[in-house]
């Protein structure tokens, strides 16, 4: 019985209980603290794109409501092709989402992936107004402004894991609409020009929020993990 207890003091005192999964020592220059890192970025594209199949959807069923709503008002070759490129790129980000569990690329790659289909999705958003705005109606300015407003309120919580890719989409689909307002005629153009600078100050603030809530609770999560 003595021998045991010594094997077991010479195996603890030589082959330390390690961090790493499925190791039975310590591997020579090992960091927990950015093997946490690295976890903590898979953890932030593993919600990236679990939320993203939502928001894809969301904004198929947008993009066709907004097309609708502006047929007659616009050129109807120019509407067709700006809802037949956006719903394209909808559906690619739908397939990369799809794909994404197969893939065992990093979390910043996936990150970077993600990023790239969330901008071309803004720009084309963007397009929108820049394109039809001045020709739309009161209504349809009006419309314009809640899809996008509202589009851009569930990317908050939906982008929260990037605190950069929150604030790219929320520029682009917010102020390039609020500076066409700002040079349209009437108090109601104005009003919603206001409103627009007004309401991506306040989504600025709360997708940091949401972003330092969000990592700090999966940072913390993975720094304990790994300690």
Known sequence: MPAFYLEVGLRTLYFPKTNVP????????YDPAMSAREAADRDAADLLYRYGIGSVLVSLFASSGLALISFGQVSSGS??????????????RGLDIFFYRFRSRTGRQEIRRFGLGLTVTAVLW?????????QLNQTGRAYTAIVLCGMVG????????????????????????SILFLFLPG???TFLCILGFVFFLVMFVSSRVAHRAT??????SRTNEAL
Not at 22 to 29: H, N, Q, S, V
């Open 215 to 220: 990592m700090s609770a999966v940072r913390l």
């Open 79 to 92: 509407l067709c092709s700006w809802w037949l490129l956006i719903d394209a790129v909808l559906i690619l």
């Open 22 to 29: 499925g190791e039975g020592m310590l591997l020579p220059g």
């Open 154 to 177: 569930g990317s908050a919580t939906v982008l929260s894991p990037s605190k950069f890719l929150s604030f790219v989409f929320c520029a682009l689909l917010v102020l390039p609409t």
């Open 187 to 189: 108090a109601a153009n």
């Open 126 to 134: 963007a397009a929108f107004p820049l394109t039809f705005l001045a």
